[in-house]
C-alpha cells in the first residue's frame, strides 16, 4: 500500500484480527482467504464519517443505492473461487472495489466490471491510489462478461442474479469456476458453475444470500 492512503491504524489492524478469527468461527477455514482479509483494510472503502462500522461483520451502503457487501459473504465467495496465483478472474459488479482487492491479495489478476458510472468512476480513480493499481476495471454490462479479455479462470458475480448469463460460461476456461448468487427475489442461492474439457457445467449450490440486483445494461446516473 502507498503511503497516501488513509491511515490503518493499530486500532484499525486489532478490529480486523478480531473481524477474521469471527469469520473463521462462521466456518471459513482457507487460510489465504483469511490473510487476504486481514491484510486489506475495509475501512478506507468506507467514508471517514462510517468508519466504526468497517469491521463489523455487515454489509454497508457504498452510494448510488449499493453496498460494500459482508466481510463473511466476500470470504465464502472467494473460498468457493478455490483462487491459485495468477489466476485471471473476473468479477461482475465492481462497487467499492473491496472484493476486487481481496482477490488481488489471493495473487489473482483481476479485472471487474461496474455499470453504474458514478461509482465506476469513483473507484476506478480510488484503487490506484491506494495502492492497487493493477486491477482492471471496466464500465459496462456484465451480463455480457468481458469478451476482448476471455477465457478467464474464475467470475465472481457479486449481484443477486436472476439466471445466469450464457456469455459468462461461454468466456470460462476449462476448469474454471463461476460463483453466483442465483435468484429474482429477496434472497438468492449462491452458485457455482464448475466447466468440464467438454462445455458441460457441473452446477453445487450452497446456502441463501442476500445481495443487490444484477442489473442489465450500463447506467449513467442512478
Ligand atoms: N463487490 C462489491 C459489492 C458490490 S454490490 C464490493 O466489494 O464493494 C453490487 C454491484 O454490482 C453494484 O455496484 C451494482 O451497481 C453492480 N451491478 C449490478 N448489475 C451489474 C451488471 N449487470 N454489470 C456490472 N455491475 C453490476
Redesign the pocket.
Known sequence: MSSTIPIDSYRHQGLRKLLVRNIGQKGINDPHVLAALEKVPRHI?FDSSFVEYAYEDKPFP?G??????QPFT?AFQTELLQIKKNDKVL??????????C?LFEMGAKVF?????KT?FDKTSKFLPSVGYPSIKTFF????KGLPAYAPFDKMIV??AAPFIPEALLDQLKPGGILVIPVGANDIQIMTTMIKGNDNTFEKKEYGAFR?????????KEK
Open positions: 472503502f457504498i448510488a443505492g449499493q453496498t460494500i457487501s466476500v468479477e461482475i459488479g465492481t462497487g467499492s472495489g473491496y472484493q476486487a481481496i471487474t466490471i461496474e455499470r453504474q461509482l459496462g454490462d456484465g451480463y457479486t449481484a445481495f443487490v440486483p444484477m442489473l442489465e445494461h450500463k447506467a
